[in-house]
C-alpha cells in the first residue's frame, strides 16, 4: 500500500520485520513477551536459506517440498504410465520438459507459427479474424472468460468476463507507480525487448513494440480496478454486473468479445457477469487501426512470456534471470522443480489422483475430519453467544455453519482425461496447446450447466486450504497435511496449532467481511443480517482493520489493514476456536499450541517480495500473523507471563474480537 495521512502509526507496537532475509543473525535475541514470532522461530530464521529460484523460504515451502519430493518420485518410476491414462499423460510431459537437448534443437520454432499468424495481420478486420480463432492463447490475452457457479444462484454456472491481467500485476500503478512498480517495468522492459530481439526482431522492432506494451497497458489500465479496490465494501456488487451476448456485442464495439467467447465455446451462455464494464469500454475504444501495431505487439510479447519456460535452455535461462530482477530470487529454479511446478499447473489433478491414493493415509483423513467437527461445534457455541448480534441473526449465522460442506484430502469427481493425447512428436509446447485446448472444451461443456459441486478449485496435492462462498464449503487439501501443519505423531496441542487452525481460519472466512455476504446456499446478496448488526459487524471489522493499519513493514510504509482484513479476521477466528477448545481439555498447554501456530508462518523473502506483497497480497506479513493475532487472545498473556511494558502487551481493553 501506499503510505498516506490515513495510516500512521497509531500504537505503540514496533516488531522488526523478521520477515526479510537477513534480518535476524546468529547475535540477535529475543524474549518471547516482546517478540514472540521472532523468539519462536529464532534458530530457523537464522539458519533457513531460500532454495535456488525462490524468492522466499518458509513452513509451506517446506512441506512443498515434501510433496514436490514424492510426486517427483512417482513420475521417475518406469511403470507410472502402465497405472493410468492419466499418469501416461503426466510423466510424458515430465519426459519432454526434461528433454532440455530436444528443446535446444528446436530453439524458439514451437512457436514461430503463433508470433508469423500475429505479424502477418495488416487491419483490424484481420486482427478481429485472428482473436476469433480457436488458438487459446489468442482468444486469453486480452479476456479472461471463466465457468463457474452464478453468485446469486450458486446451483448453476455462469460466464465470468473479467480483464486477464497486466504485466504490472496492479492496475493502479499504471495510476500512480511506486518504487516496486518502477523496479519491475525496468525488468519486463528488459526481458521483453529480449525475448522479442531473441525471436528475430531488430533491436529498434523490438524497442518500439516495449514501448507500444506499455502504452496499450495504461489506456485500458486506466479504467480497471486496482488490487486496493477489493478492500471496498460494495466490491462483490460492484463487480457482478448481468449482461446477454447481445449486450455484451453492444458495449464491446469493434473489439471481438462475441467471436472470442465463440472461439472458446462460450457463446451459448444464457447470462454472463461483466465484472468491469469500464474495462470493456476502454478496450473497445482503442481496439483501431491506430492502435493495431500496439495489439500485435501485447499479442506478441504474452505469447514469448507464456512459453519461454518451454523452450530451449537459453529462454529458459533468460527468464529465471527476470523473475530475479522482479521479485529477488535467488539463483536458477532446478530444472525438475520447474517440470513438477508445469506438471502441477497443467495436470495438476492427473497425477493428483495418483499422490493421494499413496500419500493420504485412510487414518489421517479420519484425524482430520473429526477436528473439522469438534471446530464446527466449538464454532457453534462462539456463534450462539455472540451477545452483539440480535437472536435472529445468531439463529441464520448458525444455520449457515451447520449447512457448511466439509471435504477433506481430495474430491470424489475425477476430470476425465481419457479424450486427451499427445502426438507421438509432439514438442512441449504442442503439449501445452492440447491441454489447454481440453481444457477450454471441459469449460464450455459447464455453459448452462448445474454446478458440479464436487468438482475441486485446486488438486489436491496442494498445500493449501480454502473456503468456496458459492457452495459454502471449506476445503483442506492433502498436501498440507504435512510438516506443522499436521502430523500424526505431533501432540494435539501441536496439531491444534497447525491444521486445527487452519480450519477455524477456513470456517472464519464464512463469516469475514465478504463471505458474511453470502447465504447459507452459497448466494450473494440474500442478507441474513439485520441492518444493525451488519452495522455493528462493520465496526469490528473496521477496528481491526484500523489496528493494522497502524503498524509499519517496511520504511515508511505501513500495512494496509482494509485490504487484509478477511484473512486477519480469520486468523484470529482460528486460533480464537483452537483456544476455547484448549479451554475444554484437561492439563491443555496453551505454551505448546501458541509456539506451533508461530512455526506456522514462519518465513525468510527477498526485499523485493516483501515489497511486492505489500501492496497486491490480501494477506499479512508473516510475523504480524503470529503476533497480531497472539497479542489479542488472553490465553496468551497467561501462557507466557506477558506483562504491562512487554513488547507483545495489549491492554485488554485493546484486545480485538470478531467471533
Known sequence: MRQDETHQPIHGTHWKNTDIAGAVSKESAFRLQDDFHAAVNRNWLVQAEIHPGNSSESSFWEVMRTVEKRIIGLLEEKTLAAESHEAELAQALWNAFLDMPRRNTLGIEPIKTYLNRIEHVSSVEEMRTLLGSDAYLFTSVFVSAEVFADKKDSLNNVVY?????????????????????????????AYFAWLLERAGYSKEEAATDVESIFALETAIALHCFGVADQARDDFEELTYNVRTLDELKQESGAFPLADILAAQGLDGAKKYILGEPEWLEALAQ???????????????????????????????????????????SVGATPLKRRAYQTIEGLLG?????????????????????????????????????AEWLSSATRDKACEKLDALTVRVGYPTSWPNYDVLTFQLDASLVDMYMAITAFEQAREAKKVNQPVNREEWLMSPQTVNAYYLPTDNSINILAGILNGVFYDPKASREENMGGIGMVIGHEITHAFDKNGSLYDKNGNLGNSWWTEEDRAAFKQRTDA????????????????????????????????????????????????????????????????????YLLINDVHPPAHLRTNGTVQQIDEFYEAFDVRPGDGMWLDPEERLAVW
Open 161 to 189: 468476463l473479467d480483464p486477464s491481467g497486466f504485466t504490472l500485476s496492479d492496475p493502479d500503478e499504471y495510476k500512480n507507480m511506486t518504487d516496486q512498480g518502477r523496479r519491475m517495468k525496468a525488468a519486463n522492459d
Open 286 to 328: 482503442v481496439f483501431d487501426a491506430d492502435h493495431l501495431e500496439d495489439f500485435k505487439a501485447w499479442m506478441k510479447i504474452r505469447t514469448l512470456m507464456r512459453f519461454a519456460g518451454y523452450l530451449d535452455q537459453t529462454c529458459y535461462d533468460r527468464r529465471e534471470q527476470w523473475n530475479h530482477e522482479r521479485i529477488g
Open 349 to 385: 489433478m492427473a497425477i493428483g489422483r495418483v499422490y493421494v491414493e499413496r500419500y493420504l493415509t485412510p487414518e489421517t483423513k479420519a484425524d482430520v475430519e473429526s477436528m473439522v467437527r469438534s471446530v464446527i461445534e466449538t464454532y457453534h457455541d462462539r456463534l450462539s453467544h
Open 544 to 611: 481491526v482493520a484500523r489496528y493494522w493499519n497502524g503498524i509499519e513493514v517496511l520504511p515508511g510504509n505501513n500495512m494496509n489493514g482494509d485490504l487484509c482484513v478477511g484473512e486477519i479476521v480469520a486468523d484470529l477466528g482460528g486460533v480464537t476456536c483452537m483456544t476455547q477448545i484448549g479451554r475444554g481439555i484437561e492439563g491443555f498447554d496453551f505454551a505448546k499450541m501458541f509456539k506451533a501456530y508461530a512455526r506456522d508462518w514462519r518465513t525468510i523473502e527477498s526485499q523485493p517480495l516483501a515489497e
